[in-house]
């Protein structure tokens, strides 16, 4: 293959009439009997014709005629996602977590909008990454482009859909709410980030996003793992983008892809990975790993609203320790404290003053956990900085058939050295929770390239230093670092950390600070 001046392209194949019967801008310049040499009109029909006819190399338009808008320039791997999209109407992205596919499909969408193909754009994703992953990449990526988040009350949500804004963000569970308004609004691009959210077709969400799709929309779903617990898994995601390939029921393509070993009971069939990697086509992956030009350690902030019972008790301590913020002899220790109280309750356990525990509904707090733990091609460590809280996770995780192990200051130094020993030589995908001043130093776990931070640390040392247990002499892989915040003290001590102040800030001032507002 070969471009010829930015405007045509250059085939061999040893079928030209099966290209010159199809695009009319395309004719034989050359037979020698057996092979033949055709040129084609570089355009972004011919190249989409061409990928549908088994000619996938050829390159999109994006590659001539794009200028790469943003505050960043495209690594390699995302110019090639980008490509990859702008060519497939219907197509699945399963990159990795961290390798910036959310900035790929920007800069897709951007283009296919330009073009004037694409009118307005939908991403439908988690309430977690609608603001720190899509609304910022958006913002780096395509500043030019209107983007509304479609959250909070119905009439909210209406008012944004019914604007005129470019790209509009809305979470899975926004869907239902709004469902008549999405349906009479103009979008003919659907994005569905972690689209595993969909893999039932017999919910009422994947009935609503389904409702959205029509014959000629454009749909790209994407995720890190299709089908990550069982074949059955990637049922709901192809039903949505070619419903004429699978079953009519779920249960007829569990049967195809697995066999029944007792009541309870089934595996998957030896073909069924080639059957669902058959399925899922056209699609694209790049891991971390063969992402040569991405920095060495990402980070990630995912936010999640605390449940209404921790909300409660939050406000409720906050307007306690707000009144008494009058009093001058209030103390860095007495902030510390009370600080440390508000960490807890976001956390999931609050410990009384006579060391009983209170324990709070954590569910999306545990939820996301266990998407980003998914998402991850290799073990993973989980910082977390109460006792208890981390007890709570061992069992909810063991529960979820994860291998899981757990240092505090509770477990022994023999026992440590064991579990740290059994984590790097394994071999197996595991989940290690640590609390962080009981690993944050001299300690290596690379057999990990994901860190969690279920609650935020107040000193940036332990922070860096506990990050640094994977980023280390003897990784192979990119690393990401993963926030999970859900109040305003947890923004504020992310924010701090990664801004390298929190060995330095007055604790007394940011305490102040998050309650004020």
Same mark, same amino acid.
């Given at each position: ?342 960490? +807890?309750? &976001? #956390?999931?356990? %609050? ?6 525990? /209170?324990?709070?509904? @954590?569910? $999306? ?71 962080? +001043?009981? &690993? #944050?130093?001299? %300690? ?6 994901? /860190?969690?931070?279920? @609650?935020? $640390? ?60």
């Amino acid at each position: 293959m070969r471009i010829i001046d930015n405007k045509a392209i250059e085939l061999k194949t040893k079928y030209p009439d099966r290209i010159t019967t199809i695009i009319p801008n395309s004719r034989l310049v050359d037979w020698d009997g057996r092979v033949g040499t055709v040129l084609v009109h570089w355009t972004m029909d011919t190249v989409r014709v061409l990928h549908n006819l088994g000619f996938t190399k050829v390159p999109s338009t994006i590659r001539k005629d794009y200028t790469w808008p943003g505050i960043y320039t495209p690594f390699d791997h995302q110019r090639a996602t980008s490509e990859f999209l702008v060519a497939n109407k219907r197509a699945y992205v399963f990159n990795e977590q961290g390798t910036g596919k959310t900035s790929a499909a920007a800069w897709a969408i951007d283009y296919l909008m330009t073009k004037h193909i694409v009118r307005r754009a939908l991403i439908i994703c988690p309430l977690s990454i609608m603001k720190s992953a899509w609304q910022n990449d958006l913002f780096k990526t395509t500043m030019h482009r209107s983007v509304g988040i479609a959250h909070g009350s119905t009439e909210q949500r209406k008012k944004v859909i019914e604007s005129d804004v470019d790209i509009v963000i809305i979470n899975f569970d926004g869907i239902e709410i709004v469902l008549d308004t999405l349906i009479k609004s103009d979008f003919n691009l659907v994005v569905i980030d972690e689209a595993t959210a969909i893999k039932r077709d017999t919910t009422d969400r994947w009935k609503a996003v389904n409702q959205l799709v029509k014959p000629d929309t454009w749909l790209w779903q994407m995720t890190g793992t299709p089908a990550a617990q069982s074949p059955v898994d990637a049922y709901g995601l192809v039903k949505l983008m070619h419903p004429e390939k699978v079953d009519r029921t779920a249960y007829q393509f569990k049967d195809r892809v697995m066999y029944k070993v007792s009541t309870f009971t089934w595996k998957p069939k030896r073909e069924a990975n080639e059957y669902i990697h058959r399925l899922m086509q056209p699609a694209i992956r790049f891991t971390k790993d063969e992402c040569l030009d991405l920095p060495e350690i990402l980070y990630q902030t995912r936010e999640v609203p605390l449940t209404k019972q921790q909300q409660k008790y939050y406000d409720t301590l906050a307007k306690e320790m707000l009144i008494t913020l009058s009093d001058e002899s209030i103390t860095s220790v007495n902030a510390a404290v009370n600080m440390n109280k508000l960490l +807890q309750v &976001a #956390s999931g356990a %609050v410990y009384t003053d006579t060391g009983e525990v /209170i324990d709070f509904d @954590s569910k $999306t707090r545990f939820e996301e956990l266990v998407n980003i733990i998914e998402e991850s091609s290799h073990s993973v460590l989980v910082f977390c900085a109460f006792k208890h809280t981390i007890a709570t996770l061992e069992a909810k995780l063991t529960k979820k058939n994860y291998i899981v192990d757990s240092v505090h200051g509770g477990v022994s130094l023999n026992k440590r050295s064991d579990i740290f020993k059994r984590f790097q030589e394994s071999g197996q995908k595991q989940i290690l929770l640590i609390q962080p +001043q009981s &690993a #944050s130093h001299g %300690v290596t776990l690379h057999a990990a390239n994901t /860190i969690v931070w279920w @609650s935020p $640390t107040t000193s940036y040392e332990t922070y860096a230093q506990a990050n640094a247990r994977v980023h280390r002499a003897g990784q192979k892989n990119p690393c990401t670092v993963v926030n999970i915040e859900g109040c305003s003290v947890e923004k504020k001590l992310y924010r701090a950390l990664q801004e390298r102040e929190s060995n330095q800030f007055d604790l007394l001032g940011l305490y102040k600070d998050i309650l004020n507002g």
